[in-house]
């Protein structure tokens, strides 16, 4: 992988970490629980924008090994399930990975689904987008549509019946 893309990836979900980390704190609403049907262990906690911080660490460390892993390309296995199929194209003004997540787990207690698409520019810009499933310990989906680069991240993120904006 290209050093420079690899930073630039790295920045990347490391200021969407402390965004998210930002995020929450505030009154959880109960009254749109996402539910599971789910028979996967655990308590299958909605999602809500209380605890999304806690769910997004746990998801970034997934993404981030699944990414690092499979460096240009190919399939990276969970720890406990599932795998995690990685696809990169490049140009000149920067790469994109697409990450499609299927029953990948790492720690047995969570479960992520769906597809993840990160763009990297040369500039040091990047954006997510996507749509993940999360079941297990907590279960709901969240939608990422997030922006940003040196002077912070914006966009939003959608979980539990609530948008959270971030920047």
């Known amino acids: 992988?290209?050093?420079k893309?690899?930073?630039i990836l790295l920045t990347a979900l490391s200021i969407s970490a402390l965004v998210l980390a930002g995020c929450g704190d505030d009154?959880?609403?109960s009254s749109n629980p996402t539910g599971s049907t789910d028979t996967k262990p655990g308590?299958?906690?909605p999602i809500t924008q209380a605890n999304a911080q806690m769910v997004w660490a746990q998801a970034f460390q997934s993404i981030a090994q699944a990414q690092a892993q499979a460096g240009q390309g190919g399939t990276?296995?969970?720890t406990n399930s599932g795998k995690a199929t990685v696809k990169t194209s490049s140009s000149a003004t920067g790469v994109t990975y697409t990450?499609?997540?299927d029953d990948f787990s790492n720690d047995g207690?969570?479960?992520i689904d769906g597809p993840l698409t990160i763009k990297a520019?040369?500039?040091g810009s990047f954006t997510y987008t996507g749509k993940l499933t999360i079941s297990g310990q907590y279960s709901g989906v969240v939608e990422l549509n997030l922006s940003g680069g040196a002077a912070g991240v914006t966009g939003t993120i959608k979980t539990g019946g609530q948008t959270i904006t971030v920047g």
Do not use: H, P
């Open 1 to 3: 992988m290209n050093t």
């Open 5 to 7: 893309y690899a930073r």
């Open 27 to 29: 009154d959880e609403d």
């Open 43 to 45: 308590a299958n906690a």
């Open 76 to 78: 990276v296995n969970g």
């Open 99 to 101: 990450i499609t997540f």
């Open 109 to 111: 207690l969570n479960w």
């Open 121 to 123: 520019s040369t500039t």
